[in-house]
């Protein structure tokens, strides 16, 4: 445990876990729908045979509501298309039907507040080698929770975190930009920071470059100005990432593209991470070194309040006229 309490990609924090069973497996709130079928959490099964379970064979995405409207989901569906397509993995159900399954399995969790998803599509159930053909129909499946809030401590004193020995996967080995499952790569890196009792690891890519952190994308500032590595450096292009783009240019701040290397961390005045279910956490250590001034900075606190701003209007529904 961190000093942060848990931490994943759903930021589960202790208080939303509910009790723990001697595995550390919480017996949360989930409704889950199994292709298609929806049940409780503790009763959803896939199958041992599944090559998502056997080889990390698929990708998932992780998307949240505002107002209870699934957040930015074209992104997200458009995202996972493009994931499976890099596996040749195919997604028959239409992003209609994709919305409705999702739309149906957060019925009833959390009534009232926000809901996190995860999609996941798998190869499927098949004979145990790697041959596609093996699995005829892919296993979709759709886990809604109550979506657990950043607390509020987090953003008023920061996060720390640490560069990872590990390596981002290299483009050319499972490239970083396909959402998949197979995240062997990034559980060790963020093992690395659990070990330092940090919430996040940033990793490098094979150039020595920053390329993103295990969960997240990183941002610097430097005189005012944004920068986030680029899509060349091998990172997963965040829904959050590319949507801060837009939300810089609605506060008049620059928010660009630029690479990164290790010793930068030494002369920004401010660092902070992005992601659907963490929106913007400023980082205030890397490792023992204090950030800038050692608290959290100025733009990204502003980049945060316009970014809630603009997704609770973008969820807002529309006045019936
Ligand atoms: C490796 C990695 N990078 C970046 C992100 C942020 O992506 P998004 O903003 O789409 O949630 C995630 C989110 O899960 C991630 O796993």
Redesign the pocket.
Known sequence: MTPYGTVS?ESETPEASGDRSRSGFATMEATVNVNGVVTDGDQAVVSVFDHGFLYGDGVYE?LRTYNRQPFLLDRHLARLRASADRLALEVPPTDADLETRIRETMRGVNPGGEVTVRMVVTRGVGELNYDPAACPQPTIVIIARPHSQIPDTLLRDGISVVVASVLRNHPRSVD?SI?SNNLLN?VLAMHEAIRQGAYEAILLNHRGELA??????LFAVRDGVVVTPPLDAG??E????NFLFEVGVDIGVPVREAVLRPADLEQVDELFI????REVIPVVRVGTRPVGSGRPGPIASRLLTRFRDRARTLTRAPVAG
């Open positions: 990609e992780t970083p959402k990034n993103e952190c295990s969960q997240s994308n990172l997963l965040g829904v959050t990432r992005t992601s659907t279910t």
